[in-house]
């Protein structure tokens, strides 16, 4: 009997403590959660910079001066003066076509056009003479009238007969072909012996291009929404894939004001304009025809003003405007109210998170120019601030104003524009 006693009084003891022990944690598990979640983030401090907005954009060289040589008569090339590669001057021999038959055409109309101007010359005697006849009255008024017509049909022949000639003329003179400007042959598209065909109608075989290799540009596509950004006169910086280590300087010098569009009517349509940018090419660098390069666009820049990196910048809606994260409806049922409204986005401010004492707050901004790591802002009670760079989902969703943070700063290597003014 007192056996049993004891072993019910140590069960009441083991399971008191079982119960002590799952309060404390009920305990520790309730105040936990009273505690404030507190985010690692990292800052950065609010600096005046140098920002230079730029466009970016991909293209090809290519002289700002060239001209496709195409035949404009049909035959076989039998002189080919110049090979690719040749520099040439302007009124230098470059291809001659068969001239034969164009040339038996000159002469047939040379000989119609003789003939034409004997008979304009005899109509011409006979209806001097009519006329001094029929002012004696020797001749009829018929007579005097067939003698005019006469005339006048001989010289609509002679006409006719002329023009034929300096057709033909015209005509055989395109059998030889003249560089039309100082340049290098960039291209040959024809051999010695190969037949061409030209048309007064249709454009006739290219031969050659010869191109001012002196002056090249580079023709990047710029965006539709980018290329408002960009004026004649702006500076670029070119890298070109021929020439990895070094970077060139360019001018924008045109700007099309008709839009290039690809996969029209598709989900991937796009649309670019042709900006031409002039390039100075130093000594002993040799840019050729279709070589690949990027550029960058110098469209603007603003000296000595706030810039915080560019994720920093976040929206959220002002502390006035802020409503709760959930609310009771007539019947106490909680219901969710973070889904944001039309009408709340457009009261959508941009801030940045600063922080102070180990929390943060909001500070409004208005974005300016920006480079490809930093964005100029403007506000009050910016200078020297520490604002949160990161990371990213913090800034984006999680912080709030009074959000307890934990700051751990690591090196950052930054690149761009901005890092070039912070070295000078």
Same mark, same amino acid.
Request: charged share 30%; aromatic share 4%; hydrophobic share 35%.
């Given at each position: ?106 002469? @047939? ?85 190969? @037949? ?47 020439? $990895? ?36 090419? $130093? ?25 915080? $990196? ?103 290597? @930054? ?10």
């Amino acid at each position: 009997m007192a056996k049993n006693g004891r072993k019910s009084k140590k069960k009441i003891i083991i399971f008191s403590a079982i119960g002590l022990v799952l309060v404390v944690l009920v305990l520790l598990v309730f105040l936990g959660s009273k505690k404030d979640t507190v985010t690692t983030v990292q800052t950065e401090k609010i600096q005046k910079r140098t920002i230079t907005q730029i466009v970016s954009a991909t293209g090809k060289i290519q002289p700002e001066t060239k001209v496709k040589i195409n035949a404009e008569v049909s035959g076989e090339i039998i002189t080919l003066a110049v090979r690719e590669g040749q520099r040439v001057n302007r009124g230098q021999l470059l291809v001659r076509i068969k001239p034969d038959a164009y040339q038996a055409g000159m002469e @047939r109309a040379q000989a119609a056009t003789a003939m034409a101007e004997a008979n304009l010359r005899k109509a011409q005697a006979d209806y001097t003479r009519a006329k001094e006849l029929y002012g004696k009255k020797l001749v009829s008024d018929s007579e005097l009238e067939l003698s005019k017509t006469s005339y006048e049909g001989a010289k609509a022949s002679f006409d006719q007969s002329s023009a034929s000639l300096k057709e033909s003329k015209e005509t055989f003179s395109k059998t030889t072909i003249y560089a039309p400007m100082d340049g290098v042959v960039s291209q040959l598209n024809s051999e010695l012996g190969e @037949r061409v065909s030209g048309s007064t109608f249709t454009q006739g075989t290219e031969i050659m291009t010869i191109a001012d290799l002196t002056r090249m540009e580079a023709r990047v596509d710029v965006g539709e929404n980018d290329v408002v950004l960009v004026a004649v006169g702006d500076t670029a910086k070119i890298d070109v894939d021929s020439y $990895p280590d070094r970077k060139f300087i360019g001018t924008v010098s045109q700007i099309a004001n008709t839009a290039k569009s690809r996969g029209l009517g598709t989900q991937d349509e796009v649309t670019n304009f042709e900006v031409r940018i002039l390039l100075k090419t $130093p000594q002993g660098i040799s840019f050729r025809p279709g070589m690949s390069m990027a550029a960058d666009i110098e469209t603007e820049t603003h000296m000595n003003v706030f810039a915080v $990196p560019i994720q920093s910048v976040t929206v959220r809606l002002p502390k006035e405007e802020k409503k709760p994260e959930a609310a009771q409806d007539a019947g106490g049922v909680k219901l969710d109210t973070k889904k944001t409204t039309k009408k709340e986005e457009d009261k959508l401010e941009e801030v940045v998170f600063v922080v102070a004492d180990g929390k943060v707050k909001t500070i409004p901004v208005k974005r300016g120019l920006s480079d490809d790591a930093y964005v100029e802002v403007k506000g009050e009670k910016l200078d020297s601030a520490e604002v949160v760079s990161g990371p990213f989902k913090a800034i984006n969703r999680d912080l709030e104003v009074g959000s307890a943070v934990k700051v751990e700063n690591k090196t950052v290597k @930054r690149t761009g524009a901005s890092a070039e003014a912070e070295k000078k």
